[in-house]
C-alpha cells in the first residue's frame, strides 16, 4: 500500500504485505527481512519484486542494521545499495535514517516494530524510523525529527508523517517494566498510551510515536496513522507476536524519484 498525498507530493512511498513473493513455510510470501533464517536468495528476489514495483534499481536502496537502538544516520549518495543485498553492508547499528539525495531509496524491515515515514515538502528531505518498544523509550522517532531539522534547516511544522502496519494497543500487551520505560519518553499522555489489565498493559506504540511527533513540533493535522494491526492481520502482515518470533518481515520504503 502506499500513501496518496506522498505521492502526490513526489515521494514514491510503501509499505508491503506477504503477497506477492517466494518464500516459503514460516516467511510465506513477500518476506524481506535477510536476518530472519529465510533462504537469502528468496528474500532478495522479493526486494527485487518490489523495487521493480518502485521503479528503481535495487542498488538505489539504502538500509540500517536496525538493533532497536536510536542513532540516526544521514545517507548521502556513498551509501547507495547499503544492505540492499548484504546484512554485512547495511549501515551499523542504525534504527533511523534521514536523506535528501533524490533517486535513493530508504528501506526498513517490520514484524510488529512500528515504521514512520517522515517527508518535508519544503527541502525534499525524507526519513524513515524502525521503532519497537525500545527505540520508542529511547525516542528514536523525536530524535530523527531533531536530525531532520538540523540537516535540512526547516521547521519540522511543515513535515508530514505516516505511522505504518504494526502491533496495534488491541494486542500488545506488555509488562510493567516495559510500559515504565516507554512512559519515560512520552510521560504526559501516559493515560492515553496505556491500558491496565490484569497485571500488565496494553500498550499503544502508533500513539506513543505520535506524541513524540508532536513533541519534536510536528502539526496534528500532517500525521497520519494507518491503524491496521499487524498482529491482528497476521495473515496480511508478518507478525513477531502473533508468530512467536518466527517469521518473515514487511517493508517500509520511502524516496524520491531523481529528475533528468
Ligand atoms: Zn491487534
Avoid at 5 to 10: H, R, V
Avoid at 56 to 85: C, M, W, Y
Avoid at 156 to 169: L, T
Avoid at 229 to 240: A, E, G, I
Wanted: aromatic residues 8%; proline residues 4%.
Amino acid at each position: 500500500m502506499s500513501i496518496p498525498y506522498l505521492t502526490e507530493l513526489g515521494f514514491v512511498n510503501a509499505f508491503t504485505t506477504r503477497v506477492g513473493g517466494i518464500s516459503q513455510r514460516l516467511y510465506d510470501g513477500l518476506n524481506l527481512g535477510l536476518h530472519t533464517g529465510d533462504d537469502p536468495e528468496a528474500v532478495i528476489e522479493n526486494r527485487m519484486r518490489v523495487a521493480r514495483v518502485l521503479k528503481s534499481p535495487l542498488s538505489s536502496f539504502v538500509a540500517g542494521e536496525q538493533v532497536h537502538g536510536n542513532r540516526v544516520a544521514i545517507v548521502t549518495e556513498v551509501d547507495k545499495g547499503k544492505g540492499a543485498t548484504a546484512l554485512e553492508t547495511a549501515l551499523p547499528k542504525t534504527d533511523a535514517m534521514i536523506t535528501e539525495v533524490p533517486g535513493l531509496f530508504l528501506m526498513g524491515f517490520f514484524a510488529d516494530c512500528v515504521p514512520v515515514l517522515l517527508v518535508d515538502p519544503i527541502s525534499n528531505g525524507m526519513g524513515l524510523v524502525h521503532a519497537g518498544w525500545r527505540g520508542t523509550a529511547s525516542g528514536i522517532t523525536k530524535k530523527c525529527i531533531e536530525e531532520m531539522v538540523k540537516n535540512f534547516n526547516t521547521d519540522p511544522s511543515s513535515y508530514i508523517a505516516v505511522i505504518g502496519p504494526s502491533i496495534g494497543p488491541c494486542c500488545y500487551y506488555v509488562q510493567e517494566n516495559v510500559a515504565k520505560e516507554v512512559e519515560k519518553s512520552v510521560p504526559t499522555i501516559k493515560d492515553r498510551i496505556f491500558y491496565e489489565d490484569k497485571g500488565g498493559y496494553y500498550l499503544d506504540l502508533w500513539g506513543a510515536n505520535r506524541a513524540q511527533l508532536i513533541g519534536a513540533g510536528l502539526i496534528r493535522e500532517k500525521i497520519f496513522t494507518t491503524c491496521v494491526c499487524t498482529c491482528c492481520m497476521s495473515q496480511l502482515f508478518f507478525s513477531y507476536r502473533a508468530t512467536q518470533g518466527q517469521t518473515g518481515r514487511i517493508g517500509a520504503f520511502i524516496g524520491r524519484v531523481q529528475c533528468e
